[in-house]
């Protein structure tokens, strides 16, 4: 049945994830470079196309408003929000523009951008992680199994063990949500 096949394709993804000590100690080493941004009173941005733009938002929304707890807010936003600007520079410029430019105007050394990309190759998402490079900021990387392009310009890789789509996005918001609470115990701890 094709309902009970896709719950076990996800859960033996999120079992790889488990097991994969590298992945699990890169999670830990971003929720600890995003808490000293925010202790720094820095940033977190987050970019995306599609169902990755809805989970660079939802993560935004986590560290902007609450995770677990009522607590004060922290400095995240996800660089599609504001429809006017992506039209006048995806219509101006390129579509290829439209994180690179607000990086450039937002983002400062140390601040974290987030860029998620199943196959590590959107190249809005590849200029936006070279100009936050540029700027000297914490480049994180949420793609599939290969990487693409992404993984020689980020610090850090996510690239969860899967070339299947709805599989990597699931994934993806489980790890956002485990770096938003370490993040948030982190930062007002219990």
């Known amino acids: 049945m094709r309902i009970t096949e896709s719950i076990k394709q996800s859960i033996e993804l999120k079992t790889k994830l488990l097991n994969d000590e590298q992945l699990l100690k890169t999670i830990q080493l971003i929720a600890e470079d995003i808490i ?9 941005l987050f970019c995306g196309n599609g169902g990755s733009a809805a989970d660079a938002q939802h993560l935004a929304a986590e560290f902007s408003g609450r995770f677990y707890y009522d607590r004060p807010p922290l400095n995240a936003e996800a660089l599609h929000v504001n429809t006017s600007y992506i039209t006048a520079v995806a219509n101006d410029y390129s579509y290829n523009e ?24 959107s190249e809005n998402i590849i200029k936006a992680l070279e100009a936050a490079n540029e700027k000297g900021m914490i480049t994180v990387g949420f793609t599939g199994e290969s990487g693409g392009k992404m993984k020689d310009i980020c610090k850090y890789l996510i690239n969860i063990p899967s070339n299947d789509t709805p599989r990597v996005q699931e994934v993806h918001i489980l790890v956002g949500h485990i770096i938003c609470e370490l993040v948030e115990s982190g930062i007002f701890p219990k």
């Open 36 to 44: 000293q941004t925010f202790k720094n009173d820095g940033c977190v």
């Open 98 to 121: 439209i994180y690179a430019r607000l990086v450039k105007a937002k983002g400062r050394k140390a601040d974290v951008l987030v860029g998620i990309s199943t196959s590590g190759n």
